[in-house]
């Protein structure tokens, strides 16, 4: 079993219903930062804050995964019931799954807070973040950390 790795803004998520990774963020620290690589006493910039299991804000700490295919989210109903109704031009809907752009725009509605966060160690009241951590969205999608990227990969 490997050991537990702590989340840091800019760190990768992705969503079960989603179309892309992207990364997360926090918008006031929580006075906790983790200097990557640095020295004690070094000027370094690759210094992040630590997330915790209430940095759920959408469009602050979870911006979007791309595309959302989901069925329950309200925008995907509504080009569903634009087919139904027929006001789409025959073809379009396969013309969208071919070139990739099926489901409407991904706006994350998270209402509950980060779950299996390390509550050994709270930040400002809350469990620190962690590569198990999960985020569950309104629209049925599972939202996920992303393995850390190793030096040299993009």
Request: with cysteine; net charge negative.
């Amino acid at each position: 079993m490997s050991e537990k790795s702590y989340v840091t803004r800019l760190r990768k998520a992705k969503c079960s219903m989603g179309t892309m990774e992207n990364y997360l963020n926090v918008k006031k620290d929580h006075g906790i930062i983790w200097e990557k690589g640095c020295e004690p006493g070094d000027a370094c910039n690759d210094k992040q804050p630590f997330m915790n299991a209430n940095d759920i804000v959408p469009d602050e700490n979870i911006v979007h995964f791309g595309r959302c295919n989901s069925n329950e989210n309200p925008g995907n109903k509504f080009d569903l019931e634009e087919i139904v109704m027929g006001s789409l031009i025959p073809g379009s809907i396969f013309l969208k799954e071919l070139i990739g752009c099926g489901g409407c725009k991904c706006r994350p509605m998270t209402f509950k807070c980060w779950v299996n966060g390390d509550k050994n160690h709270m930040i400002e009241g809350a469990p620190s973040l962690t590569d198990d951590s999960v985020l569950m969205c309104r629209y049925g999608g599972c939202i996920t950390i992303c393995e850390e990227e190793q030096e040299g990969e993009q």
